[in-house]
């Protein structure tokens, strides 16, 4: 059974900076592609940024040069750092794994809510 715990979120003004964090457990998490998705009240979910086992990264359009993606591999969690926040930032965010022939369910998210 794999587990996604995501955390690290909270409120925050605009122009503020925010870590979040997910920790995972039932897999073996070197191996694993991991992105971070969000998802706002009356929006789809989207992929916000994504890395690669090999450290090679991707961002959505709306994030790039304010939002990075990591991983620690030794303590299985990834993160993402999340600078110059904006109101339309506001979402829960989520984290997800694969692998080939695997895909992660969904955990409960961490709330990130950007206002003045």
């Known amino acids: 059974q794999v587990q996604l715990v995501e955390s690290g979120g909270g409120l925050v003004q605009p122009g503020g900076s925010l870590r979040l964090s997910c920790e995972a457990s039932?897999?073996?998490?070197?191996?694993?592609?991991m992105s971070w998705y969000r998802q706002a009240p009356g929006k789809q979910r989207e992929l916000v940024a994504s890395i690669t086992s090999g450290a090679v990264t991707n961002y959505a359009d709306s994030v790039k040069g304010r939002f990075t993606i990591s991983r620690d591999n030794a303590k299985n969690t990834l993160y993402l750092q999340m600078t110059n926040l904006k109101p339309e930032d506001t979402a829960v965010y989520y984290c997800n794994a694969v692998r080939l022939g695997f895909r992660s369910g969904w955990g409960q998210g961490t709330q990130v809510t950007v206002s003045s």
């Open positions: 039932g897999i073996s998490f070197t191996s694993y592609y």
